[in-house]
């Protein structure tokens, strides 16, 4: 069983930086492939990147991350999400989730654990 807490979310202003975190609890961690989504409102759940434990990185897109940066901290238990220049389209509700496999995945069905969510609003 892993637990998930997101933390770093708030009101920002555009072009400013932000980082999330993702505290994870569990014996587990050590298999856990951990990823970021977002879901704004009235859209589905965007898979953002991934990490593996040993630092394999997963991105969406090559305009994601050329903003975004994810990383991890295994002996903290925690990743992070780095989110650079925000504009107002990255406001959402942003996810932690975490699966018990190596590899890393790009959709939320194949994320078994997920965090609560930590709101970013991004105003312009």
Known sequence: Q???????????????????????????FSRNALAWFRQAPGKGREFLAATTYYGAQT???????????????????????????VTAEDTAVYYCAAREQLGNARTASEYPYWGQGTQVTVSS
């Open 59 to 85: 991105y969406a897109s090559d305009t994601i991350k050329g903003r975004f940066t994810i990383s991890r901290e295994n002996a903290k238990k925690t990743q992070y999400l780095h989110m650079n220049r």
């Open 2 to 28: 892993v637990r998930l807490i997101e933390s770093g979310g708030g009101l920002v202003q555009a072009g400013d930086s932000l980082t999330l975190s993702c505290v994870a609890s569990g014996d587990e």
